[in-house]
C-alpha cells in the first residue's frame, strides 16, 4: 500500500470512528446539497443526511425554467420537499430556507413544511417566494395580488433568531415581543406597516428592507446594529429620519429623500451609500443636483466616524454641488475608501473633497462601473480631464497615511492611469518617511485581449514611475 493511500484510509478511519453526534454537526455545516451527497459514501452515512440541522430547498437547483414542462417540474419539486421532510430523523432545526416562485397552488404543502420546522424549534428561517426574474420592485408590484401570507405558526415561535421574508406579506402586529426575531429581512413586498414594526421591536438589532414599496416610515430608531435599505420606495412621504446611536453597519441604496440624522453612533464599521437621480445621468448641474448635494453632503457628514465607507457616482458628482455653508463636507474618521465611480471628469472634484477629508486614510478603493454615456474628453464646470490631477494644487494635503490602492475592472483608460500616476508620484516617498506600498489592479477576464495589452502597458508605465512602490495586476 502507498503512503498517500495508508495516510487516506487513516484519515477515513478516524472519520469513521466519530459518534453520529459529531458527523452531524460535521455535515451540518456544509451547504445542504453537499450534505445530500454524503448520503453515497457508505451504509452508515446513507441516512446521516436526515438529521442535519440546516436545510434549503432551493427551485433553482431543481427546475429549469427553460424547459417547457416546467410545471411539471415544479409539481415534482414540491412531491420532493414533502417527501423529504417526511424522512426527517432531527430533533432540532438551526435553520430553513424555501425559495420557490410564486407558489399558489401549493400553500397547502408550503405550509405544512414550515409547521413542521417550526415544530423542530427552528432559528433561522428564510421564506423566499420571488420571481427570479424580477429586477425591480415594479416588477413585484404586478404581482401583489397573488401574494401569499406568512403561516399564522411562525409569528409565535420563541426560538426564532432571524426571520427572512421575500414576496410573502405579513401582519407586524401579530408578532408578540418573544416571538420577533433579532434580525429581520423584509422584502418584495408593499410595506405599509413599516412604522408599526419597529414600534413594536425593542429587541430587532438588525433590519434589511429591500425592494419594497409604498414603505411608510417617517423615524427609523432603535438599538439596532445593521439598517440596510435596498431599492425600496418610501410613501407618501419622501422624507426619513434616523436616531441609531448604536448602529455598526448602514447601508442605503436608492433615491434620494429628505434626510434628517438625529443621531448616529460615532464610530461605525461601514457605511455604503448608493443614491440615484430621478432625471438619470447628468452632464450639467440644475437646481435639483444642486438641492441634492446639499442634502448629500449634510447626510454624509452624519457618517464621519464611518471606518468603511462606499459611495456612488452620483454622490461624488452632486456634493461638489453643496452650497450651504453648515452642509459643506468635515473630515471624516474614515480608513478605507471605496469610490464606486465612472471616471468621469464630472466625479473628479467629489474625489478630491472626499480625500481631502479623510486624513486617517489608509485603503483607497476605486471600485470602475459602466462608462457614463458624456464625453471623457471635454471639460466640466472648468474642470479639464488631461490636465486636472496634474496640476501641484490638486489636493492641499493628500493622506500621508495611505498605504494600498485597489482598482477594480482597471482597463487602464487614461483617467485611471491620471489618477493613478498622480496618487503614486505624491505618495511615493514623504519627508517623514511614509509611503505608499502598493498598487493592486484587477483586470476583468472578458476584457479584448487588445484592451488587455493596453491594460498590461499601462500598468507598466505606473510601475516605471513608481519607485518602491508596488503595482501588481491581477485577474478578476
Not at 434620494?256 to 440615484?276: A, G, H, Q, T
Request: proline share 3%; net charge positive.
Amino acid at each position: 500500500m502507498t503512503s498517500k493511500r495508508i495516510v487516506s484510509s487513516f484519515q477515513s478511519d478516524r472519520l469513521s470512528n466519530l459518534p453520529d453526534t459529531v458527523l452531524i454537526i460535521i455535515i451540518s455545516s456544509l451547504s445542504f446539497k453537499e450534505c445530500l451527497r454524503t448520503s453515497v459514501l457508505s451504509k452508515r452515512w446513507r441516512y446521516l443526511c436526515r438529521e442535519t440541522r440546516n436545510i434549503a430547498f432551493k427551485e433553482s437547483e431543481y427546475v429549469d425554467h427553460s424547459v417547457s414542462d416546467k410545471g411539471s417540474k415544479r409539481i415534482s419539486f414540491v412531491g420532493y420537499m414533502c417527501q423529504w421532510i417526511s424522512r426527517y430523523h432531527g430533533r432540532y432545526i438551526e435553520s430553513f430556507e424555501i425559495c420557490f416562485s410564486l407558489p399558489l397552488g401549493f400553500m397547502a404543502e408550503i405550509e405544512s413544511l414550515i409547521e413542521f420546522v417550526v415544530s423542530r424549534q427552528v432559528k433561522n428561517l428564510v421564506i423566499d417566494f420571488k420571481d427570479p426574474s424580477w429586477t425591480i420592485n415594479s416588477s413585484a408590484s404586478w404581482y401583489a395580488y397573488l401574494s401569499v401570507k406568512l403561516p399564522v405558526c411562525v409569528y409565535s415561535l420563541t426560538t426564532l433568531e432571524s426571520l427572512k421574508i421575500y414576496a410573502c406579506g405579513f401582519d407586524p402586529s401579530k408578532f408578540t415581543n418573544s416571538g420577533l426575531p433579532r434580525k429581520l429581512s423584509i422584502g418584495w413586498i408593499k410595506f405599509t406597516e413599516a412604522e408599526s414594526l419597529l414600534s413594536n421591536s425593542p429587541t430587532l438589532k438588525s433590519l434589511s428592507i429591500d425592494y419594497c414599496w409604498s414603505v411608510d416610515i417617517k423615524n427609523i430608531a432603535g438599538d439596532m446594529k445593521e439598517v440596510v435599505f435596498d431599492n425600496s420606495d418610501f410613501f407618501p412621504e419622501k422624507a426619513c429620519s434616523f436616531d441609531l446611536p448604536n448602529v455598526e453597519i448602514f447601508k442605503y441604496s436608492g433615491s434620494v429623500l429628505s434626510f434628517d440624522v438625529k443621531r448616529m453612533n460615532r464610530i461605525i464599521k461601514e457605511v455604503y451609500l448608493d443614491f440615484f437621480c430621478a432625471e438619470g445621468e447628468y452632464d450639467k448641474p440644475n437646481r435639483r443636483t444642486k438641492l441634492d448635494g446639499t442634502d448629500l453632503s449634510g447626510f454624509l457628514n452624519s457618517f464621519r466616524g464611518a471606518r468603511t465607507l462606499s459611495v456612488c457616482p452620483y454622490l461624488l458628482q452632486s456634493i461638489q454641488e453643496c452650497e450651504d455653508p453648515s452642509s459643506l463636507l468635515r473630515p471624516m474618521d474614515t480608513e478605507h475608501l471605496v469610490l464606486r465611480t465612472r471616471m468621469h471628469v464630472m466625479e473628479f472634484k467629489g474625489i478630491k473633497l472626499l480625500l481631502d477629508n479623510c486624513p486617517n486614510l489608509e485603503t483607497l478603493t476605486f471600485d470602475i462601473i459602466r462608462r457614463s454615456k458624456f464625453s471623457y474628453t471635454k471639460s466640466y464646470c472648468g474642470i479639464c480631464p488631461k490636465t486636472c490631477w496634474q496640476n501641484n494644487l490638486t489636493y492641499k494635503s493628500l493622506p500621508k497615511t495611505l498605504k494600498v490602492v485597489v482598482v477594480r475592472n482597471y482597463s487602464g483608460h487614461f483617467n485611471e492611469l491620471n489618477v493613478l500616476k498622480f496618487l503614486i508620484q505624491s505618495r511615493r516617498g514623504h519627508a517623514d518617511g511614509s509611503m505608499l506600498e502598493r498598487v493592486e489592479l484587477y483586470m476583468n477576464n472578458s476584457m479584448e485581449e487588445s484592451q488587455r495589452m493596453l491594460a498590461h502597458e499601462g500598468a507598466e508605465m505606473l510601475q516605471s514611475i513608481s519607485g518602491a512602490v508596488q503595482v501588481l495586476v491581477h485577474n478578476l
